[in-house]
């Protein structure tokens, strides 16, 4: 077992059973169910729009060359810079570079779980940069040192109490229990950033190839100005964010506001196409733009699991997800949670030290019927399920199946071992749960049922003839 | 400039690389959506099928009429302030009410046709975005006052852009944004409003195009609803 998998039980086992977790969850999903319906019934057809959304991206995806060539070379065309990267390290030199090469001090920074996969905050900072997080939820996380809770609510697992006792502790502020205040307490700290900001940082929702844009969406407004102040602006994307055209976004835009947060579109949907230009009021003066491998041509190869690259991060999987909503976010111990991370994160870092989270699902479905792009999440868990088993076979796994089909195929030694069970299972109760109970994984949270004293067989064998 | 010029060249073949790997791994191909890992072809949206893709969104009304109620029922929901006058006179008299009821001391606009006759109904001092600006200046005024490119029946939303907007500021840091708009710049949908938005820059755009849905929100604090989170607390649309 990876040291993984036995964090992600310890942590599991505990959060189950924290009552306050669980009801502070249940308060924001069913708020969050209530406002998704309504919206998805003000479509003409939810389906038909899924559907359209999965042929959309699938065929973005399965000509990914075609498109993001076209979007780098339109981007690049209007004195935009773009950089390639394979890895997270890379990726990582590349910004901390332009950041020192520009004298920065201090970087402000919009929503990108991106930057979050390959921890941009702690490089930036151990190279000597202040960062600030501005979206308010990722803000509230970064102060408490944590990583975000859900790729669109980061800090869903706090009350406003946590967060006034925060701001009272980091900010100096006066506590209060009102949601407004404590918005416009972290409105007043982040508007000095804003205009002190040497460099602006964004991840992007979508990157439109047809005009070489990328599409931020975001409610706040935190983004704009993210974009709009600092001299010079850094976009970091994965190479999975394209669509085809301009116009698949009066699709996409509705989608995913519609699934992630239960809105007809997000707060602002914003297309950037290059620095300022001449004819311009302001804007940065340089706008870089990297473009992150990081493993997905590998999950790309994976022609059975491609579809995973279609995901647009709404949530929607993790919100409808029995397994995230009993465990939460931060046991995942990954960037992204829920069914999708579960899918991908095994792709991403490493099958073996990952293939626990793909375990972990009751399968019940939820997430491939909730997706707005339609990927086929608990398919791909069973086919990680499968893969883990085949590339590594567990000695221990293979020899008891052995066992059982031999003697399941010889009704004598059948026999012989029903008898053996029934006659050895009172002695189980001495060990039940301990170190000793061969079967305590089981008996751990589950009773033991005791063999039955006749068997169907025996039963049917001695009534049939006394009929 | 010569370590710009490194991180240049040493990307340019990560370019190549990354190419390389996505054109081999696009050599299997992947199953259609929907068909749960079966090769089948995609049976309901052969081709492009976003053209098509109207009836099954949320719709914006047919009339002029209806796409108005539209836009209006948005806004409710959005908690947009939408105004709509009768003619030009009343929509500045409006304005000036606003002006009056908030105590607006400074606004912050840009030269175009219907925020110069904004500015000049309103008689306040202004900062003019058009040649720079001072940031804290425009930190401090008390509105935006901006012109837009089209409106969006739909989902209530309106299309600002860095070149048709005063910049990209101007509609997002002072704390009340105030559009200006005509009737006829009100298109039934998304898709009208992303077609009008190609035909208007004929390929060549503004650095950015926003569209803009209500007041700045957030729902970060248990998911209650919060307006002016970094934008602007109020939005108002004054139409005629």
Same mark, same amino acid.
Request: charged share 25%; hydrophobic share 40%.
């Given at each position: ?179 407004? =205040? ?103 003066? =340089? ?103 085949? =590339? ?76 | ?240």
């Amino acid at each position: 077992m990876s040291s993984h998998s036995q964090e992600f039980l310890d942590q599991a086992s505990v959060i189950t059973r924290d009552l306050r977790h669980r009801g502070l969850i249940q308060t924001a999903l069913k708020k969050y169910e209530v406002a998704r319906d309504k919206r998805k019934s003000a479509f003409g057809d939810w389906q038909s729009a899924r559907q359209a959304a999965a042929e959309t991206k699938w065929e973005a995806i399965n000509h990914l060359d075609k498109y993001l060539t076209e979007f780098a070379d339109k981007l690049e065309a209007r004195g935009t810079k773009v950089h390639w990267a394979s890895t997270g390290e890379q990726a990582r030199d590349i910004i901390v570079k332009l950041i020192a090469e520009k004298k920065a001090k201090c970087v402000i920074k919009s929503k990108a779980m991106t930057s979050e996969e390959i921890h941009l905050n702690d490089a930036m900072e151990k190279a000597g940069f202040e960062v600030v997080e501005s979206d308010l939820g990722e803000y509230i996380v970064q102060l408490r040192k944590e990583p975000p809770y859900h790729i669109v609510f980061p800090a869903m697992h706090l009350t406003r109490d946590e967060i006034s006792d925060l701001f009272q502790r980091e900010l100096g502020s006066a506590p209060t229990q009102e949601p407004e =205040e404590l918005t416009m307490i972290a409105r007043r700290a982040l508007r000095k950033k804003y205009i002190e900001a040497d460099i602006g940082i964004t991840g992007a929702n979508f990157a439109v190839a047809e005009t070489g844009m990328i599409s931020l969406t975001e409610n706040e407004g935190n983004a704009r100005l993210t974009a709009a102040l600092p001299k010079t602006m850094i976009t970091l994307l994965g190479i999975e964010k394209v669509l085809p055209k301009m116009e698949d976004l009066a699709l996409f835009l509705p989608m995913l506001a519609t699934a992630g947060a239960g809105q007809a579109v997000t707060g602002y949907n914003t297309l950037y196409g290059g620095p300022k230009q001449a004819d311009e009021a302001d804007g940065p003066e =340089e706008w870089h733009v990297v473009l992150l491998d990081n493993r997905r041509s590998l999950l790309l190869a994976d022609a059975e699991q491609r579809d995973a690259l279609h995901c647009i991060r709404c949530g929607a999987c993790l919100n409808v997800c029995p397994i995230f909503r009993n465990v939460g976010g931060h046991t995942y111990g990954t960037t992204y949670s829920g069914p999708i991370g579960s899918v991908i994160t095994p792709h991403l870092r490493g099958l073996q030290n990952w293939k626990h989270l793909s375990g972990s699902s009751s399968l019940c479905g939820a997430c491939t019927e909730t997706c707005p792009v339609k990927i086929d999440l608990h398919h791909h868990l069973l086919q990680n399920r499968r893969n883990a088993s085949q =590339e590594e076979p567990s000695a221990l796994e293979q020899f008891a199946y052995k066992v059982f089909g031999f003697v399941a195929n010889r009704p004598g030694m059948w026999q012989v071992g029903k008898e053996l069970a029934r006659m050895f299972q009172p002695l189980h109760k001495f060990v039940l749960g301990s170190k000793l109970d061969p079967a305590r994984t089981w008996t751990a949270t589950r009773d033991v049922q005791p063999v039955a004293p006749e068997s169907f067989k025996e039963w049917w064998r001695k009534n049939k003839s006394g009929k | 400039m010569v370590a710009q010029k490194q991180i240049w060249e040493m990307s340019m073949t990560e370019r190549e690389k990354i190419l390389g790997r996505i054109r081999e791994a696009l050599t299997l191909t992947a199953p259609h959506p929907g068909t749960h890992g079966r090769h089948e072809p995609a049976q309901t949206f052969p081709g492009r099928p976003v053209q098509s893709a109207k009836p099954w969104l949320p719709d914006g009304g047919e009339t002029p009429e209806e796409q108005i109620a539209h836009f209006r029922a948005a806004s409710t929901d959005l908690k947009t302030d939408f105004r709509e006058a009768a003619d030009e006179a009343a929509a500045m008299a409006i304005l000036k009410e606003i002006a009056q009821a908030e105590g607006w001391k400074k606004i912050a606009t840009h030269r175009s046709e219907l925020t110069d006759k904004a500015a000049s109904a309103l008689g306040l001092p202004k900062l003019l975005t058009g040649g720079g600006y001072d940031k804290n200046e425009m930190e401090a005024c008390d509105a935006g006052i901006t012109e837009c490119d089209v409106l969006i029946a739909q989902t209530g939303s309106l299309i600002v852009t860095s070149r048709s907007s005063g910049g990209r500021a101007l509609s997002v840091l002072p704390p009340h944004h105030v559009v200006i708009a005509r009737r006829e710049q009100l298109v039934r949908d998304l898709t009208a409003g992303f077609a009008f938005i190609q035909r208007k820059y004929d390929g060549n755009y503004p650095s950015m195009i926003s569209l803009v849905t209500g007041p700045s929100r957030t729902g970060d604090i248990e998911r209650i609803l919060v307006l002016g989170a970094h934008g602007p607390k109020k939005l108002t649309v004054i139409l005629w």
